[in-house]
């Protein structure tokens, strides 16, 4: 059984694909142990325990530096045996937890990687801007700085002539970034994901899936 840990920040939509996942018992080989909030009035605390999962809070206000506080992070995360750390919306930077949990961070980018990486801005906006015609979402592992790393999956969405920033994030959330990250913990959970270098490989499933 995979221990998950689920850090999350604000309303915690993509959140709620992972507490649906369970409730429904999607995810095989799947334990989500705890959500970790940066503030108690983040709605993902209220939805993780509306979901009876245990959740708490990090403060970074109690810390001198964003690095004590990532490490306090890591150590809660380390006393409580998380095999995988699973990003939702988390705002705060990641600071020593990838070094900690190399392989081992899952996140989602509304956006096909590298598309709009070294840009500064929303991708869903950058994306609008630049009149593409076709946008999507990446899953991927976390890399040593708690940028996107390994790429696991990637999914296209078509972009409407009337999409505003809102209707694309929302399309983009609920079409593409839930399922692929979902599947991107699925693999995980079931021993199927290696990496190599830069780059995920996908192992054969085992003769009984």
């Given at each position: 059984m995979v221990r998950a840990a689920v850090l999350a920040s604000g309303e915690g939509a993509r959140l709620q694909a992972i507490l649906d996942a369970v409730y429904f018992h999607e995810l095989k080989n799947f334990e989500l142990v705890?959500?970790?909030?940066?503030?108690?009035?983040?709605?993902?605390?209220?939805r993780a325990l509306n979901a009876g999962i245990p959740a708490y809070v990090v403060d970074p206000e109690l810390f001198p530096n964003m690095t004590s506080h990532s490490m306090a992070v890591a150590n809660k995360l380390k006393d409580m045996d998380i095999d995988l750390v699973i990003l939702a919306d988390y705002k705060l930077p990641l600071g020593v937890v990838p070094y900690q949990f190399r392989n081992r961070i899952i996140a989602t980018y509304p956006a096909l990687y590298p598309a709009f990486n070294e840009e500064d801005g929303d991708p869903v906006a950058l994306a609008l801007e630049s009149g593409l015609k076709v946008s999507g979402a990446t899953a991927y592992f976390s890399d040593g700085d708690g940028k996107v790393g390994a790429v696991i999956l990637q999914r296209s969405l078509e972009v409407r002539e009337d999409d505003t920033v809102e209707s694309l994030s929302l399309r983009l959330m609920e079409e593409c970034e839930w399922p692929i990250l979902n599947e991107a913990i699925s693999l995980f959970c079931s021993g199927r994901l290696f990496v190599r270098g830069k780059k995920v490989e996908f192992l054969p499933p085992e003769p009984d899936e």
């Open positions: 705890a959500v970790i909030c940066p503030q108690r009035s983040c709605f993902a605390m209220t």
